[in-house]
């Protein structure tokens, strides 16, 4: 009997806590609240399940548990119920799929007047590259990467020359414009994941990924890396800063572009080349961090 | 993946087949008493040696579908270059031709309880597929000889990688051979011999279609033909 | 009604007495024994073995997350070896070897009645080839550089770098070594249980007389033999790269700010490989649950499986769907997005088999007599933690759902339920259910109660919340979730709390550890026959059943494996050898 009374609280708990807890999504950030409410389909859908199943299960041990003379019912199969069980899992399954199908069409259309911009993975730091003036972001190859030009941008390409560089720094974001996020890694698999903002796509490296959000509102999100990268993968955060339009253009005049950037290098400065200090810095403070961890 | 999808709906089929003469829409609460017990609705009267067999060829078919598929995956990337088969692969492609009919005589004559015969054709497949792979070997050889070394490009580990397969899988039937062999001479009874060597014949049949589909395979003559037939469907 | 005499039976392809190996000597008896039930134990034995290290590496995780900063010792690289050891052994070695190589072992040739299995000596090379890549397993643990820590999908390039613990010393290279190992022997050990099934069943014993479990057990063995294949040419590829530095999943790749060797490979075809096989492998550990499951019910409900017709065309059309739904796993792999309109929709399409297999459990206790046994408590406890990870596969499946909860915890808290806790809760209420056969005696009741409670409610506690976490945003695979803006700090109290579920139910299993090997001595005899079940393991002559199962002569089969409360016979099972028609002539309305 202990075990009807722990089924109808599994339920009962199960569902108080859902709607209780105060463990529940970030508020969204982006447009893909489409996604937010296939989840609360999803969540009625199966919930209205677990239940009835649970219940009914609940009440069946009730009901039919073992009493001295009982005797159980004879019936091999129904074929009515079980083409009608069949019938209604079947509309709800289609329920669950239609809107998550349409939803993912959404997702993989990217809007023609999407902004692309590049995040670029390596162990363990993100780097972002904008299109210059000329809207065109350079091509680039892992190839090419070297100390002075940790993001392999192809140094002969004149669309890459103007490109802005952020390494390893804070992306900034114009509010209400949608980016295409071009995804690569110059190492293994990445994933830029931004809670706040639903999408995630991982990044392969010798191939450019690509998923498309906009950015709803302002403030300061933080991005998390969301596939196994080795050892200091829990490290991997960054920031995306969504600034209105003015506080993104003022951003944008501080960055540096390619060219700028691989100037003093080629000039023979006995400047360190910027890249390479950005670089090793980082491995230092994510090893120190590790390192910090493991005392 | 699309190899690997067309084997596994050809195993598919065979287990619908299959599946088709077991009655699976019977209502078994109504029949008692030995309902069922006719002659294909039961075990096969195949022996059961062979059965396993083919279960087990069905999984080595598995693996060298799933190679292909990879093959085949790789190969769709822009920066794909082939390397050159040495023409002794042809000469190989004989050797191992001869001892599959070799085999297949050798089961023939088993069936007619022809020992010496039995024998000859044993001893025959045996060596030319020991031959077949000191071929392989030197095929090897020639290549990294050429500079076409392992991991110098993904298509010459591909090569290296499944030929080394295929050749482990010939190794692996040669200890079955050498078994059926040890029997043959030393009189092993001769029904349990004719069961050996057509095991064998079986294995080599396949070993040799697997050879030759992976043959078409790395000389790229698999690709063009797939290339034709979906011309011709579009 | 048929009722036939055979008219041109075939002899039954029994293990012949000749082929039959009569054990001589202590050796050859329990060691080197080819006696599929010997193999079982040995199978079994092994698996709960690795299984228990696994249990206390996901102590050690839990300790991590629960308590982040308070154990030093679990530095991100042991963090990430424990998860990839505790995933690997989890699924394969235990899961996989526990309900093939041991439930199989044991129960297919005692179910179909046949002497043995049809290939005795493989089946003991194939465990003694498990017992190799265990120890290779384990051999890692005290290599230099220590275990992988790749995580249990092994994904290159990271696998095979220096940035993972592993990496580039011995871990991953033992990894790949007993994985291929592992599938060398279990593919011995599938042989003979589909030849078995396929060939040594007795007179009488169609297909469709065959029990649920021997049903689940075949056609996952069935999958198994076509999926292992995938996994093992993605670990020797990989074994390749690593070892002779090929670039089958390699490509171009700046380490660290030095460019490697590797050039021209393709990391998403691994992925391919390793679902086309990590897919089907979910359905090998959960087609013998539902299989099993579907006899417990029905043996301790005192009812015939409800719709026995639809539970086998189910268990078929789940396993061949599922070997077209890898790429579920996928979806936000960088693969072709266009492939997840057509993963989302067979994914969801495998929902309907899987659904009905749950009503025809259910329905099986309407009207029943339940007898609330220990066994009957762990298949009522599957079905609860089945519907709930089954029903959260569904937002996973539904592949923009999976976009924001893929890689979270949200994957984390599915997985647990669907394939780890409810299968496990299964292998309990079977090892309740036929330990009496195998020993002759029964376990401690009290004991298995308590275990019961604390394994079914404590897991239950562990994974459910788990799922909000994953709603909140927090990633998988984090050793520490320090510098964190989405983890509030109530959300570290519920991370201490599943901390301190997880150690409880650790603890109860070793109640049932000490219940097991207590009551081999001193539980209650059982008799031959203790839940008055029809199939045929419960028939034998002795129990334990000795070398051969049935003493002279073969039994034969007259009947289903479910014919419980049958209307007008005196007792409420009729055992599947018993000839005689007690079924009423016309189906029921
Ligand atoms: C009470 C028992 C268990 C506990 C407390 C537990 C705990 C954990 C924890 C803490 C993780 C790491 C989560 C993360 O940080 O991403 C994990 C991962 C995992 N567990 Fe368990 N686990 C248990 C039982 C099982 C069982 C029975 C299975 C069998 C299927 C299983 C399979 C896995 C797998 C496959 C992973 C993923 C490893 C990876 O990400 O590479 N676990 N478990
Ligand atoms: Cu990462
Ligand atoms: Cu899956």
Redesign the pocket.
């Known amino acids: 009997m202990a075990v009807v009374l722990v089924l109808v609280l599994i339920v009962v708990g199960s569902v108080l806590f859902h709607l209780l807890s105060p463990w529940w999504w970030t508020p969204i950030a982006s447009n893909w609240d489409y996604i937010d409410n296939t989840i609360i389909i999803s969540f009625w859908i199966t919930g209205i399940v677990f239940a009835a199943v649970v219940l009914f299960m609940a009440y069946c041990v009730f009901r039919f548990r073992h009493r001295e003379g009982n005797r159980a019912a004879y019936e091999p199969e129904n074929k009515r119920l079980e083409s009608w069980l069949m019938i209604v899992t079947a509309f709800g399954v289609t329920a669950l799929l239609v809107p998550g199908l349409f939803v993912w069409s959404r997702f993989v259309t990217v809007p023609g007047d999407a902004t692309a911009i590049e995040v670029v993975a390596q162990q363990w730091q993100w780097s972002f590259r904008l299109p210059g003036k000329d809207g065109k972001l350079g091509t680039s190859d892992t190839r090419d990467v070297t100390a002075d030009n940790p993001l392999g941008v192809a140094p002969k390409d004149p669309n890459g020359q103007d490109d802005v560089l952020v390494q390893a720094a804070d992306l900034h974001l114009p509010v209400g414009k949608p980016v295409k996020v071009l995804l690569r890694s110059i190492d293994v698999l990445h994933d830029f994941y931004i809670p706040e903002f639903r999408a995630k796509m991982d990044m392969i490296p010798g191939s450019v990924t690509y998923f498309w959000f906009t950015p709803t509102r302002t403030g300061t999100f933080q991005v998390l890396c969301a596939e196994l990268c080795g050892q200091g993968h829990p490290l991997m955060h960054g920031v995306v800063v969504v600034d209105t339009e003015q506080d993104y253009l003022a951003w944008l005049g501080q960055q540096q572009t390619f060219a700028q950037l691989s100037a003093p290098q080629q000039s023979g400065s006995a400047n360190q080349p910027p890249g390479k200090i950005i670089a090793s810095n980082l491995g230092v403070a994510a090893n120190s961090k590790l390192s910090r961890s493991a005392q | 993946m699309s190899v690997i999808l067309v084997f596994l709906l050809v195993i598919a089929g065979f287990a619908g087949w299959w599946l088709s003469h077991q009655r699976l829409t019977a209502k078994p609460w109504l029949e008692q008493g030995l309902a069922g017990d006719f002659v294909g609705f039961d075990r096969s009267a195949l022996p059961t040696a062979k059965i396993g067999l083919g279960v087990f060829l069905a999984v080595v078919g598995c693996l060298f579908s799933l190679f292909t598929s990879a093959y085949f995956m790789r190969m769709g990337l822009p920066d794909w270059q082939p390397l050159p088969l040495p023409r002794l692969l042809w000469l190989n492609t004989g050797m191992l031709v001869l001892s599959s009919v070799a085999l297949q005589c050798a089961v023939v004559a088993a069936r007619k309880g022809q020992i010496d015969n039995v024998r000859l054709g044993l001893a025959t497949a045996g060596f030319t597929t020991l031959a077949f792979l000191v071929g392989q070997l030197m095929a090897w050889r020639q290549l990294t000889g050429d500079g076409y070394l392992l991991a110098s490009n993904p298509a010459n580990s591909f090569f290296y990688l499944i030929t080394g397969m295929h050749g482990l899988h010939i190794l692996g039937g040669l200890v079955g051979l050498g078994r059926t062999s040890v029997g043959a001479w030393n009189g092993a009874r001769p029904e349990r011999l004719r069961l050996s060597v057509e095991l064998c014949a079986m294995y080599w049949h396949f070993l040799l279609f697997v050879w030759l589909c992976i043959f078409a395979l790395l000389a790229g003559w698999a690709a063009t033909f797939i290339d034709i037939c979906q011309r011709l469907l579009t | 009604m048929v009722d036939v005499t055979p008219a041109d039976a075939v002899p039954p392809a029994e293990v012949g007495e000749v082929e039959l190996y009569h054990p001589h000597s202590w050796w050859t008896k329990y060691v080197f024994s080819q006696d599929a039930k010997v193999i079982a134990v040995q199978y079994s034995a092994t698996a709960t073995a690795i299984g228990l290290v696994a249990?206390v590496l996901?102590w050690l995780?839990?300790l991590q997350?629960g308590f982040p900063g308070t154990f030093d010792f679990i530095t991100p690289e042991a963090y990430y070896q424990f998860?990839?050891m505790?995933?690997m052994i989890?699924?394969i070695y235990l899961?996989t070897a526990l309900f093939l190589g041991g439930f199989g072992n044991y129960l297919i040739p005692l179910m179909v009645g046949a002497r043995d299995m049809v290939f005795p000596y493989v089946n003991m090379l194939s465990y003694w080839i498990y017992l190799l890549a265990v120890l290779v397993l384990v051999s890692s643990f005290f290599a230099p550089g220590g275990p992988t820590g790749a995580?249990?999908?092994l994904y290159p390039p990271q696998a095979i770098m220096s940035g993972t613990p592993g990496g580039q010393d011995w871990g991953i290279i033992l990894m790949l070594s007993s994985l291929i190992l592992f599938i060398v022997g279990f593919t011995m050990g599938g042989l003979n249980y589909v030849v078995t099934v396929l060939q040594g069943r007795t007179r009488g014993m169609t297909l469709m007389r065959l029990p649920l479990t021997v049903w689940g057990i075949f056609t996952a063995t069935v999958m198994a033999l076509l999926a292992f294949p995938a996994l093992f040419v993605a670990c020797v590829m990989m074994l390749l790269d690593r070892v002779l530095g090929t670039s089958f999943f390699m490509p171009a790749i700046v380490e660290m700010g030095e460019q490697l060797q590797h050039n021209g490979g393709s990391p998403i075809l691994f992925q391919h490989l390793f679902w086309f096989f990590g897919h089907p492998e979910v359905y090998i550990v959960a087609l013998p649950a539902f299989g099993i499951v579907s006899d417990l019910i029905s043996t301790h409900a005192r009812k015939n499986i409800f719709g026995y017709r639809m539970m086998v065309w189910a268990i078929i059309a789940i396993g061949a769907l599922s070997f077209v739904v890898w790429a579920h796993h996928m979806y936000v792999s960088g693969m072709n997005p266009y492939f997840g309109f057509f993963f989302a929709t067979t994914t969801l399409i495998i929902a309907v088999p899987t659904a009905i297999k749950v009503y025809n459990w259910v329905l099986t206790l309407w009207r029943g007599d339940i007898h609330l046994t220990i066994p009957m408590l762990f298949a009522l406890a599957f079905i609860v933690t089945f519907v709930n990870g089954g029903l959260t596969g569904l937002f996973l499946g539904n592949v923009v759902v999976d976009v924001p909860l893929s890689d979270t915890m949200f994957v984390?808290a599915h997985?647990?339920m669907v394939?780890?806790?409810a299968p496990?809760l299964v292998i309990f209420g079977a090892i309740y259910h036929w330990y009496p056969k195998v020993t002759g005696r029964m376990l401690d009741e009290t004991l298995g109660r308590f275990h019961f409670w604390v394994t079914f409610v404590g897991?239950y506690l562990?994974f459910f919340p788990m799922h909000y976490l994953g709603l909140m945003g927090v990633p998988?695979?984090?050793a520490e979730l320090t510098d964190m803006t989405i983890m509030t700090e109530s959300a570290r109290h519920l991370n201490s709390f599943i901390s301190i579920m997880?150690f409880i139910?650790?603890f109860a299993q070793m109640v049932f550890l000490f219940n097991l090997i207590w009551s081999i001595r001193h539980g209650r005899e059982a008799g031959g026959n203790p839940w008055r079940a029809t199939t045929l393991e419960w028939q034998t002559p002795q129990t334990p059943p000795e070398h051969g199962n049935f003493g002279k002569e073969l039994p034969i089969v007259y009947r289903w494996a479910y014919d419980y409360s049958v209307p007008g016979a005196k007792e409420d099972f009729i055992p599947q050898n018993v000839p005689g028609d007690f079924a009423p002539s016309r189906e029921p309305a």
Request: avoid cysteine.
């Open positions: 249990l996901s995780m839990r997350l998860i990839t505790h995933g989890m699924v899961l995580g249990w999908t984390v997985f647990h394939m780890g806790v496990i897991a562990i998988r695979r984090y997880a139910v650790g």
